[in-house]
C-alpha cells in the first residue's frame, strides 16, 4: 500500500511522535483513496495528470 507514497523509514522514540506519525500515515493513505474512488482511476494516473 506504501507504493503510491514513496515512503522511507522513520524511527520515532517519544510516544507522542509514533501516534503523530500513525495518524498522519493514515491520513494520507485515506486521502489517495478517496481520491481514487472519486476519480475512478489509480494513484499513479491520477498524478500524472
Known amino acids: 500500500?506504501?507504493?503510491g507514497l514513496k515512503m522511507r523509514p522513520v524511527f520515532h522514540w517519544a510516544p507522542h511522535r509514533i501516534h503523530a506519525h500513525?495518524?498522519?500515515t493514515?491520513?494520507?493513505l485515506l486521502l489517495e483513496r478517496?481520491?481514487?474512488h472519486a476519480c475512478q482511476d489509480t494513484w499513479r494516473n491520477i498524478?500524472?495528470?
Do not use: G, N, Y
Request: proline share 0%.
Open 1 to 3: 500500500m506504501k507504493s
Open 34 to 36: 478517496t481520491i481514487e
Open 26 to 28: 493514515v491520513l494520507s
Open 47 to 49: 498524478r500524472m495528470i
Open 22 to 24: 500513525i495518524a498522519i
